[in-house]
């Protein structure tokens, strides 16, 4: 069964970092983009990063210059480092997954496999 566990969320100060980490199990994801969403309490869930097969990055306007998304296929593993936090990060992160190799990389129902998600909270 595929899995996606994230990892690496808590409270920061604004202009503090945090990395996240998501691993997954039950199946390889070395061919398939992944990527990283956050929703904040009464929010829509938004799309924050995400990374090709190929290793090619694509980050949200509002996480550009700040987050950094990185993969390792060999730990199957999806990371997001998280730089110059702002109190409007303030959202729970989850990693996703979808089912084949290409396309809209930035819709959430694009992705089919789910973490759990993890807090992030940036106080001021």
């Known amino acids: 069964q595929v899995q996606l566990v994230e990892s690496g969320g808590g409270l920061v100060q604004t202009g503090g970092s945090l990395r996240l980490s998501c691993a997954a199990s039950g199946r390889t994801f070395s061919n398939y983009a992944m990527a990283w969403f956050c929703q904040a309490p009464g929010k829509e869930r938004e799309f924050v990063a995400a990374?090709?097969?190929?290793?090619?990055?694509r980050y949200a306007d509002s996480v550009k210059g700040r987050f950094t998304i990185s993969r390792d296929n060999a730990k199957n593993t999806v990371v997001l480092q998280m730089n110059s936090l702002k109190p409007e990060d303030t959202a729970v992160y989850y990693c996703a997954a979808p089912e084949g190799p290409y396309g809209r990389w930035n819709q959430d129902s694009w992705y089919t496999y789910w973490g759990q998600g993890t807090q992030v909270t940036v106080s001021s």
């Open positions: 990374i090709s097969w190929l290793g090619s990055p």
